[in-house]
C-alpha cells in the first residue's frame, strides 16, 4: 500500500510504503530499527540463532568473520532490541545460551527471503559490478 506522507511542516512528501514513515520522529525510529536488522552481523546472527538456542561458542565458530567483541556488541543490541534472549546457566564453568523471542522469531521469514535474494543473484551482481568496474576503468 502506498499513501502520501507529510514533513513536519505539513508539506506534502512523496510516497511511502504502508504508512510507517509518516513523520520525521517515527521515521527515525524506523530507521534505527532496519539499521539494526539489516547490518551484515545481525542478519548472520539472527540465521544462525534461527534452528534455536546456541552458546557465545558456537555462534562464534559458526558465523565467519566476526570477532568475539563485534559478535558480543552485536548480541547486546539484538537483546536490547528484544530480538534475542540471553540464559545465563549458574554451573563452572559459565554456560550462557542465546535464541530468538518471539519478536526476534517475526523477523525470519523476511531475513531469510533476503538471504536467498542474494544467493540466487550472487552472480548477475557480480557481473554487474565487474561491467561497472571495467567500463569505469575504461574512461
Known sequence: ?????TS????????????ACHA???TSE???VLDRVGDKWSTLVLGTL????????????????ISQRMLTLTLRQL?????????VHAV???????????LGQTLLPPVIALVE??????????????RYDQARAEA
Open 79 to 87: 537483546e536490547r532490541d528484544g530480538l534475542v534472549s540471553r540464559t
Open 117 to 130: 535474494w542474494a544467493f540466487a543473484h550472487t552472480d548477475a551482481i557480480r557481473a554487474h559490478r565487474e
Open 1 to 5: 500500500m502506498t499513501i502520501e506522507a
Open 8 to 19: 513536519a511542516h505539513g508539506a506534502p512528501g512523496g510516497p511511502v510504503l504502508g504508512g
Open 30 to 32: 524506523v530507521r534505527a
Open 24 to 26: 520525521d520522529a517515527t
Open 50 to 65: 534461527a534452528p534455536g538456542p546456541r552458546r557465545f561458542t558456537e555462534l562464534l565458530h559458526g558465523i565467519d568473520g
Open 92 to 102: 563452572v564453568p559459565p554456560r550462557v545460551d542465546y535464541e530468538l523471542t518471539e
